[in-house]
């Protein structure tokens, strides 16, 4: 376990170096980054598409740079100036705040925490994407309707990324809130393995996302959060104010997006890429014609 964290710390180090060579160039471009699982890769996929079209091909990507805390590194150091974050994952992961259920006070909390380091929220682009706790629809069948009963009805072999079995709004609260019992250790994997290994049965639940595309072609059913544990997920666009000031239409640009992705519609972008294999860039393409701004 040691060399594999060691590992990763280099790999991570690498690609961080990576980034900071590239931030060094002249070239004014704006730098769309990106957290690295599928609907981080959309999204961010989505801004660089529409923001070629506002300023003209003046974009260039940094997407799939790996978890949370990286990501945002890039953009505090300015190795990226604009990527998509979760409003409970900012409170919690980033600025180290207690969880809150109003999603209009996390919003407020992670816009003036972020100030220091002068970045701006923008609105949300319209939808959360929050923990989903997934179990195959057989097992949610027999006594397991929501946490409560299935924290009651067995123990549970546990799927979950990296992020989730350590992270403060993760599976500890969720131990404790639901007194939910695990069979062994959480298996620790990709997030775009889960699926994978609950249709196969090496998990019984899956620490999902409620914008997981397969959510709705899978016999899966994500249990119901009855003690309303996980705190609100709004999906917002996080921008240096230097780029602002460098790039006095990119504001504009983004607040356009603000709006305009609903659950429904980023689960179905998640699935057109995770289930139909499209390219990213193709599914960016046709949303942006599909609300209007391509």
Known sequence: MGGEAAGAMVRGGAIFACLLLTACSNEARVRVGSKNFSEQLVLGEIVAQH?????????????????????????????????????????????????????AAVLSEVRSGYRKWGLEWLKPLGFENTFAMVVRREDAGNGAPDLTHAAQARKWKLGAGYEFAHRPDGLPGLISTYGLQLSGAPKTMDLGLLYRALEKKQVDMAAGNSTDGLLSVLPVTALADDRRYFPPYDCALVVREEAEAKFPRLKAALEELSGKIDGATMRRLNYELDGEHRPAREIARGFLASVGLR
Do not use: C, F, M, N
């Open 51 to 103: 923001l070629e079209h506002r300023l003209g091909g003046r974009v260039s990507r940094k997407l799939d740079l790996g978890g949370t805390l990286l990501a945002h590194q890039a953009l505090v150091s300015g190795a990226i100036d604009v990527y998509p974050e979760y409003t409970g994952t900012a409170l919690t992961a980033v600025l180290k705040l207690a969880p809150s259920k109003d999603p």
